[in-house]
């Protein structure tokens, strides 16, 4: 038996030819919401402005609809899928669990890490 994986083969088992990814697990992909730095600054610039109304509980889904609208207003050339409510909230979580990896590597024994140059890792 082969060692060699078909999960990156762009060919059907039982056909001749490509199949579409898309085709082949017969479901189709959303067109992603495509952050600029700017709107990145900007929602989290609202979201600390928005702070101390949030509450002890975090952001509520209120909050993030008002941030989707702020961004249409303030970036009215968006790229990509539209910045709603639940894409805000989204990048939201994304942001935090970015946050908590790095928090979590600068608390590694042995490692190194500085806010101006992260990890120090050239290209």
């Known amino acids: 038996m082969s060692d060699r994986s078909s999960s990156g083969s762009s060919h059907s088992l039982r056909s001749r030819g490509t199949i579409e990814a898309a085709a082949a697990s017969g479901t189709s992909r959303k067109v992603p919401a495509v952050w600029s730095k700017a709107e990145e600054t900007a929602f989290l610039e ?37 910045k709603t409510g639940v894409v805000c909230k989204n990048k939201w979580t994304a942001f935090k669990k970015a946050y908590h990896s790095v928090i979590e590597i600068k608390c590694t024994s042995g490692f190194t890490w500085s806010d101006e140059h992260g990890a120090g890792i050239a290209d």
């Open 46 to 82: 609202f979201l600390l402005k928005a702070l101390p109304s949030s509450g002890d509980g975090g952001f509520k889904t209120a909050t993030f609809n008002q941030a989707a609208t702020h961004l249409k207003e303030k970036f009215t050339q968006q790229r990509g899928a539209e």
